[in-house]
């Protein structure tokens, strides 16, 4: 007999996984559904993403081949937030390209 796989979707800007039982949306990271209280996925100690896109060379890539530098986001010279930027951590060009890389190169004069 098949598993039911959990759907993720988007809410309020953050994965979430739809519980396959009650349709409930439950934390990514949950393993029983919040309302429920049955099984919404197995855990394999990883998250249900299998590649990311890398932000310097946008090559979609395996897990275990994207890293994340957080930097801050300044303005005026005040820090207003943060940017995650992922790069491949087994290419010296996506490396070299996330020291330097910004989501808000414009603003960050």
């Not at 299998?50 to 300044?74: A, F, N, Q, Y």
């Not at 005040?78 to 490396?95: F, M």
Request: proline fraction near 7%; hydrophobic fraction near 30%; charge should be positive.
């Amino acid at each position: 007999m098949g598993e039911t796989k959990p759907e993720i979707i988007i809410e309020n800007g953050r994965p979430v996984i739809k519980c396959p039982h009650c349709g409930r949306n439950t934390p990514l990271d949950s393993v029983i559904c919040v309302k429920c209280g049955r099984v919404v996925r197995r855990v394999t100690g990883k998250l249900p993403f299998d590649t990311w896109k890398c932000h310097i060379c946008g090559e979609e890539r395996p897990d275990e081949r994207i890293s994340v530098v957080t930097k801050p986001l300044v303005i005026n010279g005040q820090t207003v937030g943060d940017q995650n930027i992922r790069y491949c951590n087994d290419r010296p060009a996506c490396i070299e390209g996330a020291k330097e890389f910004s989501f808000f190169k414009e603003v960050m004069k």
